[in-house]
């Protein structure tokens, strides 16, 4: 089983639909949970943070369940803009707590 | 603000060409690492280090080094290129952890595009 695992996409959607990507981590002792967006032949940027109560930023909502290890971004009224690829990033706090796992990512299409 | 920077942006290289691709933060992070992503890879962790005149290996360390002689600098070396080693690299620093006060927020570059021949 892979350390942190992803909805395969690609996802295609409409201009102002909702849209909810999860992702899945196998190290019960990770401590940081992390959205990262990445477009097209750039560096992942930050998203939002993931907190245990979860959190909203705008039109995105993180979520947090410890005891599935799941982790959800929903995305409400996409946008055009939202076109690129989310990764789920994971913290598996090992002895120096920088233990960093990606996902594979999960590519989005906002269509016209 | 410049953050995290790298250089060369791009590079192509012989099979057996050596070259070193220089990473630079101005944010005073401990935590330094070098990724590389393939197309349907992810990213990878090829080396980190934990503070100045520290390296360990990462996941994919073979035919690269690295070196962190300043706090701001981590350098990632090719002794000898081949072309399995064309992808995208990446660096980044990190703030503290969130258990030490911060926000453990990865920071990257804008990556290398490093292509063997």
């Known amino acids: 089983r892979k350390e942190v695992e992803q909805d395969p996409g690609p996802f295609n959607v409409p201009e102002g639909a909702t849209v909810a990507f999860n992702c899945t981590y196998s190290n019960s002792a990770s401590q940081s949970f992390f959205w990262y967006r990445q477009d097209c032949r750039k560096e992942p940027k930050l998203l939002m943070s993931?907190?245990?109560s979860g959190n909203e930023d705008g039109r995105f909502t993180a979520q947090l369940n410890r005891a599935s290890q799941y982790i959800s971004l929903l995305i409400r009224d996409s946008k055009l803009s939202d076109s690129a690829t989310y990764l789920c990033?994971?913290?598996?706090?090992?002895?120096?707590?920088?233990?960093?796992?990606f996902g594979p990512g999960t590519r989005l299409s906002v269509l016209p | 603000n410049a953050g995290v920077t790298q250089t060369p942006k791009f590079r192509v290289l012989k099979t057996g060409q050596s070259m070193t691709l220089l990473c630079a933060q101005d944010?005073?992070?401990?935590?330094m690492y070098w990724y590389r992503q393939d197309p349907g890879m992810g990213l990878r962790l090829i080396h980190y280090?934990?503070?100045?005149?520290?390296?360990a290996k990462g996941e994919v360390p073979d035919g690269y080094n690295v070196s962190r002689l300043k706090k701001q600098n981590f350098l990632l070396g090719l002794e000898s290129a081949a072309p399995s080693q064309t992808s995208v690299y990446f660096c980044?620093?990190?703030?503290?952890?969130?258990?030490?006060?911060?926000?453990?927020?990865?920071?990257f570059g804008e990556g290398s595009r490093l292509t063997v021949l």
């Open positions: 990033v994971v913290n598996g706090g090992d002895s120096y707590g920088q233990n960093f796992v």
């Open positions: 944010m005073n992070h401990e935590y």
């Open positions: 993931v907190y245990s």
């Open positions: 280090s934990v503070g100045e005149g520290t390296t």
């Open positions: 980044a620093s990190s703030s503290p952890p969130v258990l030490a006060g911060g926000t453990g927020e990865l920071f």
